[in-house]
């Protein structure tokens, strides 16, 4: 090897990511599987952080790419115009709400949502407004790791390391309606914290704000939120009385996971300016967007150009494995897979949730799934924070061969919550295989906790 250096499995590694702990080494994925190199098989039951959509290994894919590697793997964008990257970005603008025909590529959703902050703003300073600076979001919300998209994320361990360098964005409560417990039906829940985004602007002067930016369906944070119907055309309503853009992070709900290739489209919103990843290349490529209506774009580059940029911005062998993906979530249906199949599963975790009283919700819309435990159903009061159970019910999964996503539900500081997210090609065989070792799982926790009684708690 050059450079005199060698590798070989089970030495230390040189790598470091979050944390110290090692996994098993990948051999090789298919379809909704994995296998490590010992030959044991795992289910991605989250499609890797909700990215597989497809599903691993497609031969189509997989053969586009080949293709377009023969021909060039990089043209850089001031150089070239290459013919997968137009075509990628008219196939987008066409599945986009009306008028977004305007399309960024970027590498991933971190940069996606970058991208919306600094259009967003370049947009109002060249039509004279620049006064409009401050981006609410939610509390909690994920929208990415880099400074900008951390500025708008509510996450208490991911922000508070940085607070010092950050300039943090203004937050209002996400609609955690299951939490509540007052008179108010669903539908007065969704106005009622619609209109908190309303008493925000008047707070903070509705000169001075730039955007709303939010997940349609609760991404990391949140887990599979969705909000009451309601809730999603006051926002627009709002933001439309103020001035104010609206950004739509549909990073993980994007291409095709709720059932629609855009989550917008459940309820007929039209956004501002959309961010686009995770599922857009599946797993497949690095590849993001961000997908803007005309009339933002047009006045940016009207006063000098969009000041921003990637290195691989529509780098054609992505933008090529984009356009397969694509091809392949319509040749199959799997949109219609993802809506029926996950009408499935959610029925499954609700008969789970019936069985197992450690359950307090299930939600989510699609093969965008999650439940949440909790030590009183009633109140809704989590487990003990120090019980870890987001961390350990992963690891009993894992151990038995199901991969689950889990992140703390209450602002990052306690509350466990589960995404429940294979590829959209999962069958209901498949969705078999899931419980099946979901409940082995679950079961194994419960007799850690020694619940229901509560006496290990």
Not at 6 to 11: K, S, T
Request: with cysteine.
């Amino acid at each position: 090897m050059g450079g005199g250096a060698d590798w070989h499995p089970g030495q230390t590694s040189n790598l470091f990511y979050q944390s110290r702990s090692r996994r098993p080494l990948l051999d090789r994925a298919e379809g909704i599987y994995l296998w490590d190199i010992d030959g044991k098989r795992y289910i991605d039951g989250s499609s890797g952080a909700m990215v597989s959509n497809i599903g691993h290994s497609n031969p189509r894919v997989l053969d586009a790419m080949r293709r377009q590697m023969e021909r060039a793997t990089f043209g850089y964008r001031l150089h070239f115009e290459n013919e997968p990257a137009e075509r990628l970005a008219t196939q987008l603008a066409h599945l986009a709400p009306e008028g977004h025909n305007k399309v960024f590529f970027v590498s991933g959703g971190s940069e996606a949502v970058e991208s919306c902050l600094k259009l967003a703003r370049q947009h109002v300073v060249a039509i004279g407004e620049g006064a409009r600076w401050r981006v609410i979001s939610r509390m909690p919300s994920y929208h990415g790791s880099t400074f900008g998209a951390l500025a708008v994320t509510g996450y208490g361990p991911l922000n508070e390391p940085f607070t010092p360098m950050l300039r943090g964005m203004p937050k209002i409560p996400a609609p955690r309606c299951y939490l509540d417990r007052d008179n108010l039906s669903d539908a007065e829940r969704g106005i009622r914290y619609a209109d908190m985004l309303r008493d925000k602007i008047l707070e903070l002067g509705p000169e001075t704000v730039l955007a709303f930016i939010m997940e349609p369906i609760g991404g990391a944070s949140t887990g599979a939120l969705v909000a009451p119907d309601t809730y999603y055309p006051r926002i627009r309503e709002i933001c439309d009385e103020f001035g104010i853009l609206l950004i739509y992070d549909e990073v993980m709900t994007g291409a095709g996971r709720t059932g629609k290739y855009l989550a917008a489209e459940h309820w007929g919103i039209n956004p501002d300016i959309i961010a686009l990843a995770k599922g857009l290349g599946a797993g497949y490529v690095p590849l993001g967007a961000m997908l803007a209506h005309e009339r933002i774009v047009e006045p940016v580059l009207d006063s000098g150009g969009f000041q921003h940029g990637y290195t691989y911005a529509g780098n054609p062998l992505a933008c090529a494995a984009g356009l397969a993906v694509i091809d392949e979530i319509f040749a199959h249906d799997l949109m219609g897979n993802a809506a029926a199949i996950g009408d499935l599963l959610k029925a499954e975790l609700e008969k789970l949730k019936e069985a197992h009283p450690i359950i307090g919700d299930v939600r989510g819309k699609g093969l965008l799934l999650a439940f949440e435990l909790v030590s009183d159903r009633e109140t809704m009061q989590p487990l003990p924070k120090e019980v870890n159970a987001y961390l350990r019910l992963v690891e009993l999964a894992y151990e038995r061969g199901l991969i689950l996503y889990a992140r703390r539900t209450r602002g990052g500081a306690e509350g466990d919550h589960f995404l429940v997210c294979p590829p959209m090609i999962t069958t209901a065989v498949q969705v078999g295989e899931i419980m099946g070792l979901l409940k082995e799982g679950l079961t194994a926790l419960e007799a850690e906790l020694r619940w229901p009684s509560g006496a290990g708690l």
